[in-house]
Nanobody, 121 residues
C-alpha cells in the first residue's frame, strides 16, 4: 500500500506557473505508474498526465500538452507536475494517483487528497 500527499497548489494569475509535488510513502514507489488528474467544480475527474514506472514514457491530455510536464524522482519517492502558461480553465483540484499499470483513465489503486489550483484571469 502507498499513501500519497500532494502539495504546491495555490492561486496564480493566468500565464503563470506552478509546480505540484506528490510525495509517496513506502519503499516501492518505483514499482508504480503515476498519474495526475483534476476535477473542476461541478465536473468529473479528468486525466492530465501520466508517467511509467521508470519514467520512460509520458502521457498528456491534449488540453495540457506543451504546457505541463510530468516527471518523477524515484530516489525521492516523488512525482511532479510542472504547469506553465496556466489558463483560468486549469482551475481545479489536482490529484495524484498510483497504480501498477499506466493509464489515462482513473483506474489507479491509490489516490491522494488533492491540492487546489486557482488561476485568475
Amino acid at each position: 500500500q502507498v499513501q500519497l500527499v500532494e502539495s504546491g497548489g495555490g492561486l496564480v494569475q493566468a500565464g503563470g506557473s506552478l509546480r505540484l509535488s506528490c510525495a509517496a510513502s513506502g519503499r516501492t514507489f518505483s514499482t508504480y505508474a503515476m498519474g495526475w488528474f483534476r476535477q473542476a467544480p461541478g465536473k468529473g475527474r479528468e486525466f492530465v498526465a501520466a508517467i511509467e514506472k521508470s519514467g520512460g514514457r509520458l502521457y498528456y491530455a491534449d488540453s495540457v500538452k506543451g504546457r505541463f510536464t510530468i516527471s518523477r524522482d524515484n530516489a525521492k519517492n516523488t512525482v511532479y507536475l510542472q504547469m506553465n502558461s496556466l489558463k483560468p480553465e486549469d482551475t481545479a483540484d489536482y490529484f495524484c494517483a498510483a497504480g501498477w499499470v499506466v493509464s489515462t483513465s482513473p483506474a489507479y489503486a491509490y489516490w491522494g487528497q488533492g491540492t487546489r489550483v486557482t488561476v485568475s484571469s
